[in-house]
């Protein structure tokens, strides 16, 4: 059986929420008893650990900056190691991600390091990325107004009724063809802004085995 959280509140009735990040909250009246509310578990609970599944088979994209801890880096997987070192760096080697800080003690300061590290690589790859996919599919004549990155809450990425693109900086942490199906994917909606038939016509042309792309991004959280 599984943990839950109840959260009481002025509502009417009982509802019950089931995220990676927070685990099952179920949201009650002030006036719901705990029977009625271990019943209506109970009677959600097949839904419940179905997602809970899910989510189990989910890869957080986060971290906190602790030594020894695993980080994600271009698909691959990076053991931290924090070390004494008057000068900051960070530096890769042999699944190995080495961090120098002044104040290795500092879990926060590492995270803060890391994370700087993080954006200054996302915005020099992904930004060439972009300019490779741009002139691979030349004959396309993409023109996206412009290009951001940064990070995003909910999304790999988007495109504005200007041709506005913005990819999250997280992607920086994955392989290199689903950064590339991201792109491609906000570079259709240049041509189609719905995902409607012509959209995901235009998507299956350049990135044939798109679904599975899709498919593989839903399993990370971030």
């Not at 271009?74 to 042999?94: A, F, H």
């Not at 992607?171 to 802004?193: G, M, W």
């Not at 798109?210 to 498919?215: F, I, L």
Request: proline share 3%.
């Amino acid at each position: 059986m599984f943990e839950y959280r109840i959260i009481r509140s002025s509502r009417r009735t009982l509802g019950i929420v089931v995220s990676p990040e927070k685990g099952v909250v179920v949201r009650a009246p002030y006036r719901a008893t705990v029977e009625e509310i271990r019943k209506f578990v109970e009677e959600k609970s097949e839904w419940i650990e179905r997602h809970l599944t899910i989510f189990g088979e989910m890869k957080s994209l986060s971290h906190t900056g602790k030594d020894g801890e695993h980080i994600m880096f271009r698909g691959r997987e990076y053991r931290v190691s924090v070390m004494q070192s008057d000068i900051i760096n960070v530096t890769l080697k042999d699944g190995i991600l080495e961090v120098g800080s002044p104040h290795p003690e500092k879990i926060s300061a590492t995270k803060a390091i890391i994370e700087l590290w993080y954006r200054h690589n996302a915005e020099v790859i992904l930004r060439n990325m972009f300019k490779d996919v741009l002139f691979r599919y030349s004959v396309q004549n993409f023109k996206p107004a412009q290009l951001t990155i940064r990070k995003m809450k909910g999304k790999w990425g988007s495109c504005t009724s200007k041709g506005r693109i913005t990819l999250n900086s997280e992607l920086i942490k994955l392989n290199d063809s689903l950064v590339e199906y991201v792109i491609i994917h906000e570079l259709c909606h240049l041509k189609h802004p719905n995902h409607g038939e012509g959209f995901y016509s235009l998507l299956g042309e350049l990135v044939p085995q798109w679904q599975e792309m899709r498919k593989q991004l839903k399993k990370y959280v971030f």
